[in-house]
């Protein structure tokens, strides 16, 4: 017996049917339109927001500066003092005011030590509401 010769048929080249792809995009079109449009609307509740007046604040005080020199000196609401009377007028200012609020600013030039004197002196007079401005100002502005 001779070697036998099996033929192989050509091979066909795979095609992407179309028609069956477009067929499941509307069916899930379809899905989705028809589940949507069986969802409930979210319901919301009327809310009246309260709302407020600048006049029914009872804080409007704007709190006191005191503001550090480059030559060391301080001011007090704009009116220049020494040193040795911080801590009279800091106590004078929490007996009489029920809310003490201090802001401490400084100049362009003004010295870190001289600053950190003045906030010392605030905590040691117990008044926990001061803040330390970060922009400069002109002296005794």
Do not use: C
Request: cysteine-free.
């Amino acid at each position: 017996m001779e070697g036998t010769k099996i033929k192989v048929p050509a091979r066909k080249k795979a095609r992407i049917e179309i028609i069956p792809l477009i067929d499941v995009i509307f069916f899930l079109l379809a899905t989705f339109v028809l589940f949507t449009l069986s969802l409930n609307r979210i319901q919301s509740l009327p809310v009246e927001l309260p709302s407020s007046n600048p006049t029914d604040s009872k804080n409007k005080e704007e709190p006191t500066t005191i503001q550090v020199s480059a030559d060391g000196s301080l001011f007090w609401n704009k009116e220049p003092i020494d040193m040795g009377e911080l801590p009279g007028r800091i106590a004078a200012y929490k007996s009489s005011t029920d809310d003490p609020k201090i802001l401490i600013a400084g100049d362009e030039k003004a010295h870190f030590g001289p600053t950190v004197q003045v906030l010392d002196e605030v905590r040691k007079a117990g008044i926990y509401k001061f803040s330390v401005e970060t922009r400069t100002r002109q002296t005794g502005k």
